[in-house]
C-alpha cells in the first residue's frame, strides 16, 4: 500500500501494473527566512522559495539536502534587495512582494503563485512537488481551460502549444521536420502561458533531460527531469512583453549584432574551392543582389579538421576574404567541435598533452565519428578548455574573418545514441558531473568560449556567432537558425511558428534556411520563401550537396528579378529592423512577433500560424502555398493599410488579398509610422537617406517609437557614440503632427536629415512637423 506521501501517475487502465511511484514533498516541518529566500524543510525533503525581482519567484525542490541557489549556466541575474511582507497562521504562510504572492499550505506542501491582483498564475492540486527515487523530480501544475501555452525554444508545429508534449534533449535530426519531430537541436526550457489576455512564464532551470507535459491530462499539465533539483522560476508579466522582460532578465540578452549580420548570407554544403566562392561572389555584384557574407562549409577545410583550410581548394584563404570584404561581403565559416584523432594535427596533439578532451571517469579520452573521422570532444564545461578553444579563433581572426558558424554542437555524434555517452564525466568547472547531465548546455558553453574569444580578437569589432544547439541563455552568445529542413512548402509554413516561439523564448535573431537544406526546391517556393526570409530575423539561403543550388539566379531571369526585388527590400526596411534589433538587445522583446504578443486580448490571435508582425505595428502575411495568389488575413484592431496598394482594411475582421508571385502582403497600421532608407550597392550599404514614412490615422492615434543608430560594426556605441531620436506621430481629424522629441548620443551618420512621407492624408489634415530637438526633418509631398 502506498504512504500517505506518494501517489501513483497510471498511464492507462490496461497498464496498471506500469505505475510510475511518486515521493510527494509532504508536509511542511519547520522554514525559517534568510534575506529574499524562504526554506522550507518537508517531510521527504527541502524546498526553497527565493524573490528574485518583485515580479520573479524561484522554487527549487532537493529530496535529500537543502537547495543550492549558486548553480546555473543560464541564470545571470541575482537576487533584487526588496521588501516581502509575511503572513502566517496554522493551514498556511503567504509571501507577497509588490508584483506577486506565494501561498504556501503546509499540510501538505502546496504552492500558489498569484500576481499582485490575486489572480492565479500558478496552482497546484492534489499533486504538487514530487520525485522519484530514480533522482526524477516532477511539478504539476493545474491548467485552466484557456490556457495556450507559447515558447518551449524550437519546436515544430502549431505556435499554441497546448495539448503536446515537448523534450528537452539537443539532437541532431537530419531526417524531416514534422510537426511530431522532438526534441531538436535547441533545448529551451521554458513556456509562457497566455491566459484571457493575461501572461506569466516558467522557467525551468535544469540540464537534465526534462519534458513538459501539456498533453495527458486535461486538468493537469506538468514539467520534469530525470535528475537534478526541481528549480523553477515563475516571471508574473502580466503583458507577454513583460514576460519577455523578466525572462531575459534571468538569462540575458542579445547583444547588438554587426549590422552585416542582419543582411542577405548564403551558403551551400559545400561551396568546395575558392573559384567557387569567388564566382558566387561576382554573380552577387554584377546582378546587383544584396549580400553580406557567404559561408564555408566543412569542405573548406583539410580532411574536416578545424583551424585548418584544404590548401589544394583554398590555397590563399586571407586573400580571398580581403577580396569579398572589398565587394562587401564578409566570410563565414563553420566551426564543429569534433577534433580528428590523428597523431600529426596540431590541435589535438595540444588536446591530449593539455587534457583537454571529454574522458571517462576512469580517465580514457572519450571518442566518437563524426565528419573527421574518430574524434575527441573539447571538454566545454572546463574554463581553461574555454580559453583554449577561444584562443584557438585567431586561426580566422587574424585573416580578417568575424562571423563563425558553430554546427554538430549538440554535440552529434554518428552513432545509434546520435550523442556523446552520457557516463562521460565533465569537469563542469570543479563540479564534477556526468554528460547525461550537462549534454544540453555543451553547444552554450562552446558558444560561450567562441563569442567571448572572438570579442577579445577583434579590437573593438563585433563578432558574429550562429549556432545550431544552445540552452536558455545562447542569446548572450549567438543566433539560431532551425537546422536541417527541407524544400517543401509544408517546411516553410512550419518555419513561421517556429521562429516566433524561439523569439518568445529570448532568443530574437533567429530563422530558417531558405528555400529549404535538403531535397530539391524549385522556383516558386524560393520566391515565397525570399519573401518570408526577408523579414525573419536571420536570412540566410542554404542548400545541401547533391541537392539543386538555390542562389538567386538558379531559375532563371523572371525569378531572378524578384527575389532581387525583396531582398533589396531588406536593405530598405534595415534602418527599422536595426532599430528593434537595438530594442531586443536592451528589452528581449523580439523583432519577429506573433499577433498576440501586441494583442493579447484579440483570441483570434492565439494561434495564427501563418502570419507575423515586425515591431508592434507592421503585419506581414506570406503565402505560403503553391500556386495561391489569394489569402485569408486576419487583421486585429484598428485601421490597416496594405504597403503596395495604398488600400485601407478595418481590423478585427478577415480579409481576402490578392498576392501574385512578385507581391508580399504588408500592412502598417494606420496613425503608426516605420523607417526605411534605399538600396544602392553591395560596396556601400551604409543610407546615406532617411525616409520616415507615416500612414495617417483619423481618430486621435497616438504613436511613438525610438529610431536608433549607430556604426554599426563596433562597441563605441557602449561609450555615447550612437543616435538615438525619440519620435511621435499624434493624428486627428485636422492634422498629422510628427514630432522628434527627444536626440541623443554623438554618433554622427551619412545622412543629415529626414524626409518625411505622409501616405493617406485626408483634404482636411495638414502635417505639421515639430523638430524641437533641432532634428533635421523635411516633408516630401
Known amino acids: 500500500m502506498l504512504e500517505d506521501t506518494s501517489f501513483a501517475l497510471h498511464p492507462g487502465n490496461e497498464q496498471q501494473s506500469k505505475a510510475v511511484i511518486y515521493r510527494d514533498i509532504g508536509s511542511v516541518k519547520t ?22 525581482t518583485n515580479s520573479i519567484v524561484r522554487v527549487v525542490m532537493n529530496r535529500t539536502n537543502k537547495p543550492e541557489l549558486n548553480d546555473s549556466y543560464a ?32 499540510k501538505p506542501f502546496r504552492l500558489t503563485v498569484n500576481d499582485k491582483d490575486s489572480n492565479v498564475l500558478l496552482e497546484e492540486g492534489e499533486r504538487g512537488m514530487a520525485y522519484r527515487e530514480n533522482g526524477e523530480v516532477i511539478a504539476f501544475k493545474k491548467m485552466n481551460d484557456n490556457d495556450h ?7 515544430s508545429g502549431h505556435l499554441d502549444k497546448r495539448g503536446g508534449k515537448y523534450e528537452m534533449w539537443n539532437t541532431d535530426v537530419y531526417a524531416p521536420h514534422n510537426p511530431e519531430t522532438d526534441p531538436l537541436y535547441e533545448s529551451i526550457p521554458y513556456f509562457m502561458t497566455l491566459r484571457d ?15 513538459f ?26 503583458e507577454p512583453k513583460s514576460v519577455l522582460e523578466q525572462y531575459t532578465h534571468l538569462t540575458g540578452r542579445m547583444p547588438l549584432p554587426p549590422k552585416w549580420s542582419l543582411g542577405y548570407q548564403q551558403s551551400r554544403y ?15 555584384i554584377n546582378k546587383n543582389i544584396p549580400i553580406d557574407a557567404i559561408h564555408l562549409d566543412i569542405h573548406y577545410m583539410n580532411g574536416f579538421r578545424v583551424f585548418t583550410f584544404d590548401k589544394e581548394k583554398f590555397p590563399n584563404p586571407e586573400q580571398l576574404i580581403s577580396d569579398l570584404r572589398e565587394m562587401g561581403i564578409r566570410v563565414v565559416p563553420i566551426v564543429d567541435p569534433g577534433v580528428k584523432k590523428d597523431a600529426e594535427y596540431a590541435v589535438y596533439q595540444e588536446g591530449i598533452n593539455q587534457d583537454l578532451f571529454c574522458k571517462y571517469m576512469e580517465g580514457d579520452v572519450y571518442f566518437g565519428e563524426v565528419w573527421p573521422g574518430v574524434s575527441a570532444f573539447p571538454d566545454f564545461t572546463d574554463e581553461k578548455v574555454r580559453k583554449w578553444w577561444g584562443d584557438k579563433h585567431e586561426f580566422y581572426t587574424e585573416i580578417g574573418i568575424e562571423g563563425i558558424w558553430n554546427d554538430m554542437n549538440e554535440p552529434a555524434v554518428f552513432n545509434e545514441t546520435k550523442t556523446m555517452d552520457v557516463s562521460v564525466m565533465h569537469r563542469n568547472d570543479g563540479r564534477p558531473a556526468v554528460h547525461r547531465e550537462l549534454h544540453n548546455i555543451y553547444g552554450l558553453l562552446m558558444g560561450q568560449a567562441t563569442y567571448d ?17 544552445g540552452f536558455s541563455g545562447i542569446q548572450r552568445y549567438a543566433a539560431v537558425w532551425t537546422g536541417d529542413n527541407r524544400s517543401f512548402w509544408e517546411h516553410l509554413q512550419m518555419s513561421l511558428p517556429m521562429v516566433m516561439n524561439l523569439g518568445l523564448s529570448g532568443i530574437p535573431f533567429a530563422g530558417p534556411d531558405v528555400g529549404g537544406f535538403a531535397h530539391d526546391t524549385n522556383a516558386e517556393l524560393l520566391v515565397r520563401w525570399t519573401q518570408v526570409g526577408a523579414f525573419t530575423p536571420y536570412f540566410r539561403n542554404h542548400s545541401a550537396l547533391g541537392f539543386r543550388y538555390q542562389e538567386p539566379w538558379q531559375f532563371g531571369e523572371k525569378y531572378e528579378k524578384i527575389i532581387r526585388k525583396f531582398i533589396q527590400m531588406r536593405y530598405k526596411w534595415m534602418p527599422q529592423l536595426y532599430s528593434l534589433f537595438y530594442h531586443a538587445s536592451v528589452s528581449g522583446i523580439p523583432v519577429m512577433r506573433p499577433l498576440l504578443m501586441e494583442f493579447p486580448e484579440d483570441m483570434k490571435t492565439y494561434n495564427l500560424n501563418d502570419q507575423f508582425m515586425i515591431g508592434d505595428n507592421v503585419i506581414i502575411a506570406p503565402v505560403l502555398s503553391p500556386s495561391v495568389t489569394d489569402r485569408a488575413v486576419y487583421l486585429p484592431k484598428g485601421e490597416w493599410v496594405d504597403m503596395e496598394t495604398g488600400a485601407g482594411y478595418q481590423g478585427e475582421q478577415t480579409h481576402l488579398i490578392h498576392a501574385e508571385l512578385d507581391q508580399l502582403p504588408i500592412f502598417v497600421k494606420r496613425g503608426t509610422a516605420i523607417m526605411q532608407t534605399e538600396w544602392t550597392s553591395n560596396t556601400d550599404k551604409s543610407p546615406k537617406d532617411l525616409n520616415l514614412h507615416v500612414y495617417a490615422g483619423e481618430n486621435n492615434e497616438s504613436y511613438q517609437f525610438t529610431f536608433y543608430d549607430d556604426d554599426g560594426e563596433t562597441f563605441a556605441f557602449e561609450n555615447g557614440l550612437f543616435l538615438r531620436i525619440a519620435i511621435e506621430v499624434k493624428s486627428t481629424a485636422d492634422a498629422v503632427t510628427v514630432n522628434t522629441a527627444e536626440h541623443s548620443g554623438d554618433y554622427l551618420p551619412a545622412y543629415d536629415k529626414i524626409k518625411v512621407h505622409v501616405h493617406g492624408l485626408d483634404d482636411s489634415q495638414e502635417v505639421i512637423l515639430n523638430n524641437s530637438d533641432n532634428t533635421a526633418i523635411s516633408l516630401v509631398k
Open 31 to 52: 522554514y525559517r527566512s534568510e534575506d529574499n529566500t524562504y526554506y522550507f524543510h518537508c517531510e521527504n525533503g527541502y524546498i526553497a522559495i527565493q524573490f528574485f
Open 75 to 106: 541564470v545571470v541575474a541575482t537576487p533584487e534587495k526588496m521588501d516581502i511582507a509575511e503572513e502566517t497562521s496554522d493551514e498556511q504562510i503567504i509571501l507577497k512582494t509588490e508584483r506577486l504572492e506565494a501561498v504556501i499550505q503546509k
Open 149 to 155: 501555452f507559447y515558447g518551449f525554444g524550437e519546436k
Open 197 to 211: 489576455g493575461r501572461a506569466h512564464g516558467v522557467f525551468f532551470d535544469n540540464t537534465f533531460r526534462t519534458t
Open 213 to 238: 507535459d501539456m498533453k495527458s491530462d486535461r486538468e493537469m499539465y506538468s514539467y520534469k527531469a530525470e535528475g537534478g533539483q526541481l528549480d523553477y522560476y515563475v516571471m508574473a508579466g502580466p
Open 270 to 284: 559545400s561551396y568546395q574551392s575558392e573559384t567557387e566562392v569567388r564566382e558566387v561572389a561576382e554573380n552577387f
Open 453 to 469: 574569444s572572438m570579442k577579445e580578437q577583434l579590437n573593438g569589432k563585433r563578432p558574429f556567432l550562429l549556432t545550431r544547439a
